[in-house]
């Protein structure tokens, strides 16, 4: 498989003036330059002369900047130490060279923050961010962008932006993240289309292209390709010509189309050559190599492999080296020479591990790179954090005060609230209670009243002393009914213990007194009935369905004995009442004799009330009561 090997398009960083490859031109400056006195103008003088030459020959610009530098520190030249510092860097950029480049940028942002100057803060922050971004420090080169972004918008500076948003895009495009990479790419364009930056806008239809490489839209990279090569061509950019050649090569193996791809491959060396530009040369020669091996012509590619070995070996470029090894070893191997395929195969392997190991340090250094900016950075800021800490301390003050204030007014608030639910509550109870209340009297006294009150009428009406003392009798009766009645609901409602109020004390007195009085046999069986396991409700519908079932069957039944029991248990009462007397149908007596009313109380307290009754066996009343815990 053809592996593409490209040159980091690098980001031009001069916009003061115009510069170009014209000999006349540096031979002008060169003339000015042995004329002029040791001040800043000779300082601004060293600066245009390695600009005049850097894009086609960096390595010659470099010592123009570097004279530059030495005067500038003579004289105390911050903006001039900041130029000529960032020259330096781009200079090495060119020529791959990221730590050297990394080296000069550092002064360069050093001294643009000491001059003060924004649009050269802009320049120094995004220079050092493309450095970043060949090193492959991608989190450190985000940071520079979004600084140099700052700058560059305070100034309006669309160039800037231009080139800003083109950095990023390369770091998006290396992470595989290709939609922020358009989006970034989109941006730059915008802002370049207000400038006349051709070299910036050739860069871009290179990136273009490279996206839309690694999307395979190869037909479509290479229209914005050939867009690049169009300008980089009418600018004389021999560096950016050489890599974009380059790229199009790659473009056009990926297509298979190897005849058209070896024509660009040697372009871009040609190209690299003129610009004495080792590294890139090494990378056209090992793309040949590999474009050779494609093709199953193994010699040539051994030829093209050794050639970019020799050039890369004084490079110390671990990576370059060991991917141009690699492919030796294969042509060496695949062409029956196994000795040499091996020889370099260990070469590639010990590259390697070497490169795991140089990587592993890197990741150790960008930590310690990391830490030692952020200590920088809190050095720098101590005295803002403090006070920043402060206003947090106050406001988390305030806060702490309104939030205390708020809470005690929502507790108080529902404080107030539970006292009023609580009074509401009561009044709820008074209220069911009188009603409770006021419908007993009706059902329990109220018919009790109105007999006796008929009685009464009937009483003094009747002329005969037998009639009238019948009727007495019977007013005597119902005046005692209706005072037990009135003693059992006072006493459902609030039982007294001077009264021998205990539930099971109440119902052996009841029971041993109406049975006593008929010389009935009495059974009795009440287990544990205290009135603290039942409510007021189930203690009086127990009471008076006790009651009314003893009352019927010493009333109706003719029994001579009667069997009374109650225990509770696993939550539940269970209470019978049983007698031997003639028993009953119920089907033709269920509605009288109180039953439908015994029936409606145990409903009401959630219970369960059986009869089991027949004609000649007796009747057993059976209630099942859930209590309440």
């Avoid at 191997?333 to 390697?352: A, D, P, Y």
């Avoid at 795991?356 to 990391?370: G, L, Y």
Wanted: glycine content about 4%; charged content about 25%.
């Amino acid at each position: 498989m053809f592996k593409p090997i490209a040159l980091s398009l690098l980001l031009i960083l001069f916009f003061f003036v115009a510069v170009t490859a014209q000999n006349p031109e540096m031979d002008s400056l060169v003339r000015l330059l042995n004329k002029s006195a040791e001040d800043t103008n000779k300082v601004n003088l060293y600066w245009k002369t390695g600009a005049s030459i850097l894009y086609q020959e960096p390595f010659k610009a470099m010592p123009y900047f570097k004279n530059g530098i030495l005067l500038s520190e003579k004289l105390g030249f911050i903006s001039g130490l900041e130029k000529c510092n960032n020259a330096t860097s781009y200079a090495f950029s060119l020529n791959a060279k990221y730590d050297s480049a990394l080296v000069y940028i550092n002064k360069a942002v050093f001294y643009a923050v000491k001059a003060g100057n924004i649009k050269r803060l802009t320049l120094a922050y995004l220079n050092r961010a493309d450095v970043f971004t060949n090193l492959q420090n991608y989190p450190a080169a985000l940071k520079d962008c979004d600084t140099a972004i700052v700058y560059a918008e305070k100034i309006k500076n669309n160039d800037g932006l231009g080139r800003i948003y083109s950095i990023m895009n390369g770091i998006y495009l290396d992470l595989k993240q290709y939609d922020k990479a358009l989006a970034a790419l989109d941006k730059s364009d915008y802002h370049l289309s207000f400038t006349k930056n051709k070299q910036m806008v050739a860069m871009n239809y290179s990136e273009r292209g490279a996206i839309l490489m690694q999307l395979n839209q190869l037909e479509k990279a290479i229209d914005w390709i050939k867009k690049a090569i169009v300008i980089a061509d009418s600018l004389e950019d021999i560096n950016n010509l050489s890599a974009y050649y380059s790229e199009m090569g790659e473009a056009l193996a990926k297509l298979k189309n190897y005849k058209e791809s070896e024509t660009a491959f040697i372009t871009s060396l040609n190209y690299a050559r003129q610009a004495e530009n080792t590294s890139q040369q090494a990378v056209c020669y090992t793309n040949l190599s590999t474009l050779e091996l494609e093709q199953n012509r193994f010699q040539k590619s051994i030829e093209y492999g050794l050639k970019g070995y020799e050039l890369i070996k004084p490079e110390t470029d671990l990576l370059r080296e060991q991917i141009i090894t690699y492919t030796l070893a294969t042509a060496y191997l695949k062409n029956g020479n196994s000795t040499k395929g091996l020889e370099f195969l260990e070469i590639s392997t010990t590259l390697k591990d070497s490169l795991v190991k140089q990587q592993f340090s890197i990741e150790t250094a960008k930590q310690q790179a990391s830490f030692d900016v952020k200590e920088k950075e809190r050095e720098i800021t101590v005295l803002n954090k403090n006070k920043e800490l402060q206003q947090q301390k106050l406001q988390k003050q305030r806060l702490l005060i309104f939030g205390s204030a708020f809470i005690a007014l929502l507790s108080l608030a529902a404080i107030w609230l539970l006292l009023n639910r609580n009074k509401l509550k009561q009044r709820m109870k008074e209220l069911e209670l009188r009603n409770q209340i006021a419908a007993d009297l009706h059902d329990e006294v109220g018919s009790s009243l109105s007999s006796i009150n008929m009685l009464s009428q009937m009483a003094t009406k009747q002329g005969n002393e037998t009639l009238q003392k019948s009727i007495l009798e019977k007013m005597s009766t119902n005046a005692k009914e209706t005072m037990e009645k009135m003693s059992d609901l006072v006493w459902t409602i609030k039982p007294e213990p001077a009264e021998g109020s205990n539930l099971k004390q109440r119902m052996e007195r009841f029971a041993y007194e109406i049975c006593g009085a008929k010389n009935i046999a009495l059974t009795l069986q009440l287990d544990k009935l205290e009135t603290k396991d039942l409510t007021m409700e189930q203690r009086k519908n127990m009471y008076l369905i006790f009651k009314e079932a003893l009352n019927n069957a010493v009333k109706y039944s003719g029994t001579e004995k009667i069997d009374v029991s109650a225990a509770n248990g696993n939550n539940v009462l269970t209470m019978i009442v049983k007698d031997e007397g003639k028993g009953f149908d119920i089907g033709t007596v269920l509605k009288g004799n109180g039953l439908e009313n015994i029936q409606t109380r145990a409903a009401s307290v959630g219970g369960k009330l059986t009869i089991d009754a027949a004609p000649g066996i007796g009747t057993t009343v059976k209630l099942i009561m859930p209590l309440t815990l």
